[in-house]
């Protein structure tokens, strides 16, 4: 309440300001003002009261003045008795006009009139006061604001003209100038301006610090170009990958497509990636400001005919990663990519997967390993997977899940789909499936395995959902497309709004307490 008073006070002071003035106007008198040639800028009442720039439209500026001030205290009042998120919109909105109305006058008083005028001066002073103060009494509404306005012109004029266009040119367009943000200077303002993060968000892993709970998901940046950039949006964790040991170029067109109506991404890369020696000597240099993920999966290349073939792949992307000692990361192991077409092994059946995980296991890793599941798969099947999974103590959970396969699914606009004769689905489809997943996985396993979950998350409510079925991360990659590259930071502070509300302190509170409705 004392920082509605302290608003309202200094409110009263401007308009009681702006009120002499008005008054001194109307009755043609100069105000008692000290007229101090001596000083480099003189003080003159007189001169800048009387000059040209006092009055716009006929209208004394003092009256506009009081106009400012009155519908400051209006709001501030409003917002004192309704706390309402508008009436703190309006008010930091005001504050920012009249802070930047004040810097005119003032420019106008030092550069033009070369005088000033006390009276005025004292007006331009409560402004910025109050707009200092605005600033650092709502600092998240500010953010909030802020990031309301990015989305509104992403949603509404960038992304209706970037989806105009070739969606994988578009996402080259974007890693690259991502990759050159990282590399400049800009990284720290967006980080200043965009990243909204909180200490309640934040957990220890499996040893590993995430500064939040929202990950970018495998399959955005498979260069590993994004490692420097993606922490100023606001992401916890990132991934790289899928990485596979031998480089693919990628599934022949197309591999990747649209379904605005279904909020969903077609997806037919099968891997496409550089390899994971490129990688290594790619990342091996950096430092991280956020942990980071590296997904590693089997190439998708015709040779590898058997399994033994294919485990012998997958653990050579292990040795590299491993020999070559990346800071700040953990494992994210993909079985589930069900795009591969080069190759027809996979290791969604529990014997492929207990000799895959019983192979990995002699390599001692370092890192902890996360699995990437299939969510197009039964109950039955997921949950015999799981009991595989869960005799490895160096897996310490599962991501649910990838992409969705069923082209008949109801969350599919069938219009849309038929657009496309390959790949598999993101997004809203995913939504149902995945969350079903989290559900089972945490009743049978939540004490064994942590779970990051993966699917449809397009704001807090979505990724709050996840959090109390189960999940104790989660990761996004279709959400940021359709929404923005400013939704990562909506999450975090609507995840803390949603904390607050269900009178939790910190997110672990929450993972999976609505498992048992
Ligand atoms: C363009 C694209 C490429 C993907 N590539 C991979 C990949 O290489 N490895 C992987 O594990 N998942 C991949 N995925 C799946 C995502 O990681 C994620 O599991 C899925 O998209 C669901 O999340 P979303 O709805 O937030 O996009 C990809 C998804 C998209 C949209």
């Not at 009261?49 to 006092?54: E, G, I, Q």
């Not at 409560?126 to 707009?131: D, T």
């Not at 496309?420 to 489809?429: A, D, R, Y």
Request: net charge positive; hydrophobic share 45%; aromatic share 12%.
């Amino acid at each position: 309440m004392k920082k509605f008073f302290i608003l309202a006070l200094l409110s009263l002071f401007g308009i009681a300001d702006a009120a002499y003035l008005t008054y001194e106007h109307y009755q043609q008198v100069t105000p008692p003002c000290t007229v101090n040639h001596l000083l480099p800028i003189a003080s003159d009442c007189g001169k800048v009261l009387r000059s040209s720039y006092s009055v716009m439209f006929g209208i004394p500026l003092a009256v506009f003045g009081i106009i400012q001030y009155s519908f400051l205290l209006l709001v501030i009042i409003l917002l004192a008795v309704y706390r309402k998120k508008i009436f703190a919109y309006w008010v930091i909105l005001q504050s920012m006009i009249g802070a930047i109305f004040s810097l005119y006058f003032m420019y106008i008083q030092i550069g033009i009139l070369k005088s000033i005028c006390t009276y005025c001066t004292l007006s331009a002073l409560i402004s910025f006061v109050i707009f200092f103060l605005v600033a650092k009494f709502f600092f998240r509404e500010k953010a909030s604001l802020r990031l309301n306005i990015i989305a509104f012109f992403y949603q509404n004029i960038m992304k209706p003209v970037l989806f105009l266009l070739d969606p994988e040119f578009i996402h080259n367009i974007m890693v690259a100038r991502g990759e050159l943000i990282g590399k400049t200077f800009i990284k720290h303002i967006l980080n200043w301006k965009l990243n909204y993060s909180s200490p309640k968000l934040k957990q220890k892993i499996a040893g590993i610090n995430f500064s939040g709970p929202v990950g970018l998901a495998a399959g955005f940046d498979y260069e590993a170009r994004l490692t420097q950039a993606l922490y100023s949006l606001g992401f916890g964790f990132q991934t790289v990958g899928t990485i596979t040991s031998l480089p693919y170029e990628g599934n022949p067109y197309p591999r990747l497509g649209r379904l605005p109506k279904s909020r969903s991404l077609m997806v037919n890369k099968g891997f496409k990636n550089p390899g994971a020696e490129n990688i290594t000597q790619k990342l091996n240099k950096l430092n991280f400001n956020i942990p980071l993920g590296i997904s590693i999966g089997g190439s998708n290349n015709e040779n590898i005919e058997n399994i033994n073939q294919a485990i012998e792949d997958v653990k050579q992307s292990f040795r590299l990663f491993e020999k070559s000692k990346i800071k700040n990361s953990y494992y994210e192991l993909n079985i589930s990519c069900p795009n591969l077409i080069n190759t027809n092994i996979d290791f969604y059946k529990p014997k492929n997967l207990n000799q895959l995980l019983q192979s990995i296991k002699r390599l001692k890793l370092k890192k902890p390993v996360f699995i990437k599941m299939p969510i197009s798969i039964t109950d039955k099947e997921f949950i015999s997977l799981l009991a595989v999974i869960e005799k490895f103590k160096f897996v310490k959970g599962v991501i649910i899940g990838n992409l969705l396969k069923d082209r008949k699914n109801k969350l599919l606009d069938q219009q849309e789909v038929k657009k496309f004769k390959v790949g598999n689905f993101s997004g809203k489809p995913c939504e149902p499936r995945s969350n079903e997943l989290i559900k089972l996985t945490f009743r049978k396993y939540g004490s064994r395995l942590v779970i990051i979950g993966c699917g449809g998350i397009f704001n807090g409510q979505d990724a709050y959902k996840k959090i109390t079925l189960g999940a104790s991360l989660v990761q996004l990659i279709t959400g940021m497309i359709y929404q923005g590259p400013q939704v990562i930071s909506q999450i975090n502070m609507e995840l803390e709004e949603l904390l607050k509300k269900d009178g939790y302190y910190n997110i672990r509170e929450a993972i999976g307490i609505d498992n048992n409705k």
